[in-house]
């Protein structure tokens, strides 16, 4: 890897916060429809000055760069635009949370980012209905995760902690743990999700559409009373229980 040239003391220059595109032979990728991109800041002002670095430059066919992605970019007049330059190395920490902020708005839109190949998926577990009586339609775990799945699900089964004894499982899960249920994962929930806000969300979903088909309903909590809300429901109406 080629290491950035250091700024001479007390000299500062222009960059720009770019999204390049690289070609297929660079790596999979996290969704068909959108491309690998790499997310740098560069010298190079967008437009004609950036396209010819891009068809010019040894470090761009280093990085396999095909070409450059305007629409993912900050607009003109935003901070990193084509006329809104920030100022290296002045500004560094300023263009450090610029570029977090853009590789994470593009993760959720489902680009490959920087070689990051995350995604999370919705997972089901069936419990032990003894433990709550024969009042409801079947008994549930509902949850998200970006690992494998069944690396997931193995943690609940077994009670899996860190080495430092932090817990990785679901209590309630763990104690009543019967069998996965991928199965009754309804179409619309089985796509793979792009960010974690996302995934908190049709986790919370899930559950409550799981609820409405009369299942009692353990797990996805966190987005659980914002999206009952959202979606105009009374949370006393609920038949599931609260966090383990």
């Known amino acids: 890897m080629m290491l950035r040239r250091p700024l001479p003391t007390g000299e500062t220059r222009r960059v720009w916060l770019c999204v390049l595109k690289t070609d297929d032979l660079a790596g999979p990728r996290r969704h068909p429809d959108r491309p690998r991109v790499v997310v740098k800041t560069l010298p190079r ?4 000055e950036l396209d010819r670095w891009v068809k010019t430059s040894p470090r761009a066919r280093r990085l396999r760069v095909m070409n450059v992605v305007y629409a993912a970019m900050p607009a003109a007049d935003q901070p990193g635009g084509r006329d809104q330059p920030f100022i290296s190395p002045t500004q560094q920490k300023r263009i450090r ?8 708005r593009l993760r959720c ?3 490959t980012v920087n070689g990051d190949l995350t995604v999370w998926q919705l997972y089901l577990i069936e419990l032990d209905r003894s433990a ?3 009042t409801a339609a079947g008994y549930l775990y509902v949850g998200q995760t970006s690992q494998p ?3 997931r699900i193995r943690q609940h089964r077994e ?4 080495p430092k004894g932090q817990r990785l499982h679901s209590q309630v899960c763990h104690r009543h743990f019967l069998r996965p249920r991928l199965d009754l994962l309804p179409e619309d929930f089985r796509q793979p999700l792009f ?3 996302d995934a908190l969300t049709a986790e919370a979903d899930l559950r409550l559409a799981l609820e409405a088909n009369g299942y009692l309903v353990e797990g996805g909590t966190e987005r659980y009373d914002e999206r009952r809300q959202a979606l105009g ?3 006393s109406a609920s038949g599931g229980r609260g966090p383990d």
Do not use: F, N, S
Not at 97 to 104: F, G, M, P, T, V
């Open 159 to 162: 009670g899996h902690h860190t």
């Open 97 to 104: 949370a610029a570029e977090k902020i853009l590789r994470q």
């Open 45 to 48: 002002r967008p437009g004609l």
């Open 109 to 111: 839109d489902g680009y």
């Open 149 to 151: 799945v069944a690396d």
């Open 132 to 134: 709550v009586g024969p």
């Open 195 to 197: 960010c974690e806000d």
């Open 233 to 235: 429901l009374d949370r």
